[in-house]
């Protein structure tokens, strides 16, 4: 899954950074460091976190899948 945090709507709440971890961090007070690519063993948790942001700043592509596991799956040339 492919993360796309808008840093400009973003207000620190840090609600993200507590539901998940390790995907979201807070560095300092107000600046949030994030995994643009969460394995899907972070899927609970990010949905958590999407669902908790006060000015629904994280959004989320469930179906992005890195080009090499589609070609490795026979739909390649």
């Known amino acids: 899954m492919r993360l796309v945090v808008d ?4 207000q620190g709440y840090a609600q993200c950074a507590f539901l998940a971890p390790d995907v979201f961090t807070m560095h300092g007070e107000e600046a949030l460091i994030y995994t643009p690519r969460a ?32 070609e490795a799956g026979g739909h390649g040339r």
Do not use: I, K, S
């Open 7 to 10: 840093l400009n709507r973003c």
């Open 39 to 70: 394995g899907e063993a972070q899927r609970e948790q990010v949905a958590r976190a999407v669902a908790a942001c006060p000015v629904q700043a994280v959004t989320v592509d469930w179906a992005d899948v890195p080009v090499a596991a589609e």
